[in-house]
């Protein structure tokens, strides 16, 4: 129990029904103007091309934002969203503690996903640094910056496990592995809350989407998820489990249903597994109208049964739906909800303002200091250093003088092409809402500051560029809106225009490079065939252009490792590392597991990212120590450059009573090594973290034999089994 409690009980006993309703009710700024449908609809008339996108930024130019004030007054809001000023959430704070009746404060939340002014790499780029402390750090300004806006809670981390690249959300999360979703949103949380939640420079972390919407069938967002529950319990839920030990304060619920149950009205997975086995007491808080979307999944009839349902179930906010506001005070004064179920709600809610401190300190933040909190120096520098750390080197070959082909050397012209290169604001990918136009560093505004010579081409004049260039940058692959939420993709190729430009550029003769930006997998055959070095760059923030210039000058060495799968086509998806095998597993022979069409073997694997450097594994060894398993490895730096490795070490259990994955993994560590040092690299892994749930749903750690891989990526790795 928290400190607060009897505060708790003493601020409910005053508070009306009415009012209790209100602390549930979250809403967002309405835009009301010269228009005569709502604004959702008026979105869905430009999207579906009912009227053109000019159309809408002039109807857009009459709106003005309504911040609902007099239902504040009336004590029907507990919350806002979307308000990132420190002006206007002083202004609405000032109402809801002096011109109401009882004086409680409001929370402010805000989707600070990677970044509030000094956007840092999207999430999945960033964890392809396998960084924990890196990713508490980026965490740590993202709050700091938010914070000073007036912000009080992040919708975020994502820690959905995602392993179909078609899904477009795949951008917000960590990849398509447990461990690492984990990994990473705890260290999220650690950034974003800091030591200490009443402090003015934290954040609530609100994790989502609970539970396993990266397993939406088809890739399709916002769609089905069915599944056994050992997978569930064994692939899925242990990221979100990793943030609540960490600290976490609240619970987004996914829009998706678990086997037929929407999270939003789901009383197993929000009261007995979150509460009662987890031992979470913060709050839930809905996705954007959820609540009322239970009456399209079919499982409410209208929104007053939603309502009950998602109240009884444990759902705390309704964010912008309306249905709590509308129904949940007539259903408790019917007697169809029992108070008690209100006030449990109510009480979370409270609990997390107490937490904040701000009943004791409801104004957090001035313009003053807003004005001095964004885009520090230090702060771009921490992006730079990010997306450094987050690029993946996949494909770096040997030019017509036997060099390969990166790092470039000082001094070279560089012939630029792909109309992102010179776009900053491309630079931010998805869900970087409160970026401010111009704040990120283009390839070309990198160039420009470095003195580089470079000119910019198109496909019409590849032939002219090409007399004065030494190296060819074709930049390609992915606008920031074609992933990132309802951005789900049928094929996750490049385009026909950027193929043709390739196939131009390729037979000039000179060395081209392909950088990628991309908030996804994509699947690049062609690209990975021909073009002899490949940067994958992702979506990297503010700091793009000087991080990539970086690396493809040789100022820094690439680290980064992939945390999905890239596939050779759309077809295979999902495609992930952790696939269990069939009786038949793919191979040559015919009659396996595998499409005739292509390859078995993905594109690049789990876990792959080369370097400027080469590293050599050798001396393998497992044993077992009690209930902890050792496993080493030697690692030497070959090349002749200093670098770091992400050693990966992986496990496998070769006959249990289910069917287990061919590569689980277990633990991972970036080591650092010089021009030809080498050093032994150990895991402790425990016997606990090896069981898997059988078919009875018991968590069992039967094994007749383990076999330990560890490497640089999922698949070149040497290997060592120990009898159980």
């Known amino acids: 129990m928290s400190k607060y409690e009897d505060k708790i009980k003493k601020?409910?006993?005053?508070?009306?029904v009415e009012e209790k309703v209100g602390q549930l009710q979250q809403c967002g700024p309405s835009l009301v103007g010269a228009f005569e449908v709502s604004f959702e609809e008026l979105l869905d008339m430009m999207f579906d091309g009912r009227i053109s996108k000019e159309e809408f930024d002039r109807l857009m130019g009459t709106a003005k934002q309504d911040f609902h004030e007099d239902d504040l007054r009336a004590g029907r809001v507990g919350s806002y969203n979307g308000i990132g000023s420190a002006a206007q959430v002083n202004k609405l704070q000032k109402i809801a503690v002096e011109e109401t009746r009882l004086g409680i404060p409001l929370i402010f939340g805000y989707d600070v996903i990677h970044g509030f002014?000094?956007?840092?790499?999207?999430p999945l780029a960033e964890s392809c640094a396998w960084e924990p402390s890196l990713w508490e750090r980026t965490g740590r300004i993202a709050a700091k910056?938010?914070?000073?806006?007036?912000?009080h809670m992040t919708f975020a981390p994502m820690v959905d496990?995602?392993?179909?690249?078609?899904?477009?959300r795949v951008s917000e999360g960590a990849g398509e592995d447990v461990l690492l979703n984990g990994l990473y949103g705890a260290a999220k949380v650690r950034g974003f809350q800091g030591d200490n939640l009443s402090k003015e420079d934290s954040i609530v972390a609100c994790i989502k989407h609970f539970a396993a919407y990266g397993a939406v069938e088809a890739g399709r967002d916002y769609n089905c998820v069915d599944m056994s529950m050992q997978r569930l319990?064994?692939?899925?839920l242990p990221s979100y489990k990793m943030c609540i030990d960490a600290g976490a304060r609240a619970v987004m619920p996914a829009f998706n249903d678990i086997n037929g149950i929407p999270c939003s009205v789901n009383k197993w997975l929000l009261m007995d597994l979150l509460r009662k086995q987890w031992g979470f007491n913060g709050m839930t808080v809905s996705d954007a109208n959820a609540i009322a979307e239970c009456v399209n999944h079919g499982i409410a009839l209208d929104g007053r049964e939603a309502a009950k349902k998602a109240l009884e179930a444990g759902l705390d906010i309704d964010m912008t739906s309306n249905t709590y506001i509308k129904y949940v005070e007539e259903l408790v004064k019917n007697e169809e909800i029992d108070e008690e179920i209100l006030d449990r709600a109510v009480a979370d809610v409270l609990r997390i303002k107490f937490e904040l401190g701000l009943?004791?300190?409801?104004?957090?933040t001035n313009e003053a200091h807003e004005s001095t909190a964004m885009l520090k120096p230090e702060y771009r520098a921490l992006a730079r250093e990010a997306a450094v750390k987050s690029m993946v080197l996949l494909k770096n070959e040997k030019d017509s003088n036997g060099k390969k082909i990166l790092p470039l050397e000082k001094g070279v012209n560089l012939g630029i092409f792909g109309e992102v290169a010179g776009n900053g604001d491309e630079m931010t990918g998805a869900w970087a809402i409160g970026a401010d136009s111009g704040s990120c560093v283009s390839i070309l505004d990198a160039c420009k500051e470095r003195d580089i010579f470079y000119q910019t081409g198109t496909k019409d004049n590849v032939d002219e560029i090409v007399k004065s260039s030494d190296v060819l940058l074709a930049v390609i692959g992915e606008k920031k809106d074609e992933s990132g939420e309802a951005s789900s993709r049928a094929k996750i190729t490049i385009s026909h225009e950027q193929i043709s430009l390739l196939k131009k550029l390729l037979k000039t003769g000179k060395p081209v490079v392909a950088i990628l930006f991309n908030g996804r997998p994509l699947a690049i055959p062609f690209v990975a065939e021909n073009v002899p070095a490949i940067l994958e760059a992702w979506h990297l923030g503010v700091e793009a252009g000087n991080a990539i210039l970086d690396i493809l000058f040789g100022d820094e060495i690439p680290t980064g490792k992939l945390t999905m799968t890239f596939p050779n086509a759309t077809g295979q998806c999902p495609m992930y590392y952790a696939h269990i095998n069939t009786g038949r597993p793919g191979g040559k022979s015919k009659f396996t597991s595998k499409y005739i069409d292509a390859p078995v073997e993905p594109l690049y694997p789990f876990g792959y990212g080369l370097s400027y450097t080469e590293y050599e594994y050798s001396d393998i060894a497992v044993k077992k120590n009690g209930d902890l398993y050792e496993a080493s490895i030697n690692v030497k730096n070959i090349g002749e450059?200093?670098?770091?490795?992400?050693?990966q070490c992986y496990v496998r259990n070769m006959a249990a009573g289910r069917v287990r994955p061919v590569k689980e993994l277990k633990a991972f560590e970036k080591v650092a090594l010089q021009a030809g040092e080498k050093k032994e690299v150990t895991f402790n892994i425990k016997a606990e973290d090896l069981g898997y749930y059988n078919w009875n749903m018991e968590y069992v750690k039967e094994a007749k034999e383990y076999v330990f891989y560890i490497g640089g990526n999922s698949k070149d790795c040497l290997e060592v089994s120990i009898k159980d």
């Open 145 to 151: 910056e938010a914070s000073a806006a007036g912000i």
């Open 233 to 236: 319990y064994e692939e899925y």
């Open 117 to 122: 002014k000094t956007i840092t790499p999207i």
């Open 11 to 16: 601020l409910l006993a005053k508070m009306t």
């Open 641 to 647: 450059r200093d670098g770091e490795e992400i050693v």
């Open 359 to 364: 009943f004791d300190n409801p104004y957090q």
């Open 161 to 168: 496990v995602s392993k179909d690249a078609r899904w477009g």
